[in-house]
């Protein structure tokens, strides 16, 4: 079978026959297949021919990052077409595009007209186009406020669909795909995992549609694992078990039966050493000598990718011409990305040129857009990176390395799932380019046993559990459209199907009990709901603070600034051992303004046996946002909080969003819509506009 050109130069693999076949014949499709095996190439082909039908198609992402990026490839590959399809009919009629949102981007409009817009809630562009990229949130609260935006799309493509089983987010997927129109196909891309036809039988049950599941286990490049332990590398897990497990110690001997047992600091505080630790010198080294270059280097924890960064650099060497490249790619970037002042940009520059970079979480997306455009220049070596970077950012690699195989959960250090493993490990080896992929593991026989090992290796990776908890944003607009009807929606969900007896009157019950509340708490009475419960249902997460603040009129009484700090408050998460700064009036009174409202509705939640509890307002922020309100310089921020300077973009972003439901609620009143305008207005300036960065790229 072929494609054309035009899409991808290369032979289908049968798998992607397969899936490319089923969607031919009008099916929905999942597909399960490892990292790296060209899933997305089913997406690529599921909007070509879409659009060539002059029907329109939905992508969705599990992450913002992701979704920039699948705007940026789409939007090189189709930008504007002769119109074709009438712009009248669109996913919001409501927000339709600007000409100065849309020249940004493309060609200006007459005969031409956008094809490809996104929607993140940072972000709106193009929202008329036939091939919009959504975030799933953003997806499942169109299907639930207004399923009818929806009618003219005949595709919706869900990228990462095992994230179903997501602790936080899982929930919003189950939505996405429960209350999805009978009309629209899907396309499932998820990792390998071992329940894929579990998850499409319930898919065809709750939808009575066709849907055919396609599973590969193969890689097209082969991936080759090799363990660095003792301080030298080991090609197998036989030779790892026969040379890297006996006599690894030095120290009194009655305590080596019990040393595994103990955490890292008592092992240290007893003496209990490898004799032969491992070193990232000679790591480095065999990666150099054996060509398998370039790398990404897996860790956990921000600071311990900055500092092994430095560490790797010092092992690092660019010859000169190719240092002076990879320099001069990187600062045409930084002037791209305005960064050319930016004292993070600087210090970077400096470990830029022993061609070794970090990327986290914590970073500017300015700066992490340098550095993953460096990387895809193919001059960067090593990049330093968290585990957020092999969820779906096409990079790449020769080889991986994964530093340690256990990562800390609160007081504890639990060993890494076997999907986050192949996740991680399946960035080696580039299709078209290597013939092979390298996964170099860092075993340290202290911390975790070879059994342990091996199962990471060679285990089955673990089945998607339903995560179902229905936010009540999600019971109101459902109340909404269905009633007390909506129960009967619950034997409708992956949670119930993958359960039984006791576990599902759990599940029922729960949901009711958040009923009971609503109704006590004055959102829901007989006649559906009240104008507590209208206002509740455009804030997804926050919903019951906020709308208790509104209701007893405190929120129109505040001037922006305070507005801005109470919705930063309730949308901020503070990282463990992250300090709050000493506290303003200001943040007290508005913590206190908070606290009463909060009380009672933990006193329902807790009466009612409701888990987890309402958040609780977090004003760690408050000084940064007051001086950026002011007019702060962004680099200054830091100056004023202990959170990194790319948290502080991801929460002002958020607020800016939650702000515009504020303001574009239909039970606002007009005060409080001015308010959360002038606030938008205030914040969503320089780094923190999502929308002016993205028009950078």
């Excluded at 001059?379 to 256990?406: C, H």
């Excluded at 005060?671 to 506009?689: C, E, F, G, P, Q």
């Amino acid at each position: 079978m072929s494609l054309p050109s035009s899409l991808h130069p290369f032979a289908y693999d049968t798998f992607q026959q397969q899936a490319i076949q089923a969607i031919d014949r009008g099916s929905s499709v999942l597909v399960a297949a490892p990292t790296g095996a060209g899933k997305t190439v089913l997406a690529d082909y599921v909007i070509e021919q879409t659009l060539k039908r002059q029907q329109r198609v939905i992508y969705t992402s599990p992450i913002k990052a992701l979704s920039n990026q699948k705007f940026r490839d789409f939007f090189a590959r189709y930008g504007s077409r002769t119109d074709a399809i009438s712009p009248s009919v669109g996913l919001a009629s409501s927000e339709a595009d600007t000409p100065e949102k849309s020249d940004a981007l493309g060609p200006a409009r007459g005969s031409q007209r956008q094809m490809v817009g996104i929607m993140t809630g940072d972000v709106t562009l193009n929202p008329q186009a036939p091939l919009i990229i959504m975030t799933t949130e953003i997806y499942r609260n169109t299907l639930l406020e207004d399923p009818e935006r929806l009618s003219s799309y005949a595709w919706i493509i869900f990228d990462e669909i095992h994230y179903l089983d997501d602790p936080e987010r899982g929930t919003v997927w189950e939505e996405a795909i429960l209350f999805s129109p009978r009309h629209i196909r899907l396309l499932c891309l998820s990792a390998t995992i071992p329940n894929a036809s579990e998850i499409a039988t319930w898919i065809r049950e709750i939808h009575q549609r066709p849907i055919e599941v396609i599973q590969e286990t193969q890689r097209p490049v082969p991936l080759h694992i090799r363990f660095q332990c003792q301080n030298r590398i080991m090609d197998s897990l036989q030779q790892l078990q026969q040379e890297g497990y006996p006599s690894i110690l030095s120290g009194s001997r009655p305590l080596l039966r019990h040393a595994k047992r103990l955490p890292y600091s008592q092992q240290r505080r007893l003496g209990l050493e490898l004799r032969h630790p491992n070193r990232v010198q000679s790591l480095v080294h065999t990666l150099e000598k054996e060509q398998h270059l370039p790398c990404i280097w897996f860790t956990f924890g921000r600071r311990n990718a900055e500092n092994l960064a430095w560490e790797i650099s010092r092992y690092c060497t660019l010859e000169g011409p190719q240092r002076e490249r990879l320099l001069a790619t990187y600062r045409k970037l930084c002037r791209q990305f305005q960064l050319n002042q930016h004292p993070i940009a600087e210090a970077l520059g400096q470990l830029i040129g022993s061609g070794v970079a970090y990327h986290h979480a914590g970073m500017m997306p300015t700066v992490k857009e340098v550095i993953e455009r460096c990387f895809t220049s193919r001059q960067l070596k090593v990049i330093v990176t968290t585990e957020t970077f092999a969820l779906g950012i096409n990079m790449p690699a020769r080889s991986v390395v994964l530093d340690t195989l256990k990562k800390r959960l609160g007081s504890t250090f639990e060993l890494l799932r076997r999907r986050q493993f192949l996740q991680m490990a399946g960035r080696a080896g580039r299709r078209g380019m290597d013939d092979f992929g390298v996964a170099y593991v860092r075993v340290n026989p202290l911390h975790v046993t070879c059994p342990e090992v091996q199962q990471l290796i060679q285990g089955s990776p673990e089945p998607v559990y339903s995560r179902f908890n229905m936010t009540y944003a999600t019971l109101l607009n459902l109340h909404r459209r269905h009633g007390a009807g909506l129960l009967e929606i619950f034997p409708k969900t992956l949670y119930y199907f993958q359960t039984s007896g006791m576990r599902q009157q759990e599940g029922l019950s729960l949901i009711q009990r958040k009923l009971q509340l609503l109704t006590t708490m004055g959102y829901i009475n007989p006649d559906g709901l009240t104008p507590k419960g209208a206002f509740a249902c455009w804030l997804y997460g926050y919903e019951l603070l906020l709308t208790e603040l509104h209701i007893d009129g405190e929120l129109s009484h505040l001037d922006p600034l305070a507005l801005a700090i109470v919705v930063l408050a309730v949308v901020y998460e503070p990282r463990p051992n992250v300090k709050r700064l000493k506290r303003h009036r200001l943040y007290q009174r508005l913590d206190h303004l908070c606290n009463e409202p909060l009380g009672q509705i933990h006193k329902e939640e807790n009466r009612l046996h409701i888990r987890p509890k309402t958040k609780v307002p977090a004003f760690h922020l408050s000084a940064a946002l007051e001086v950026w309100f002011q007019g702060g310089v962004f680099h200054h921020l830091s100056r004023h909080t202990e959170v990194d300077e790319g948290e502080i973009i991801r929460y002002f972003r958020m607020t800016v969003q939650l702000l515009r439901q504020l303001a574009d609620s239909p039970q606002s009143d007009t005060r409080l819509r001015a308010m959360a305008l002038k606030a938008i207005h205030r914040i969503n300036r320089d780094v923190i506009d999502a929308e002016a960065q993205l028009q950078l790229g």
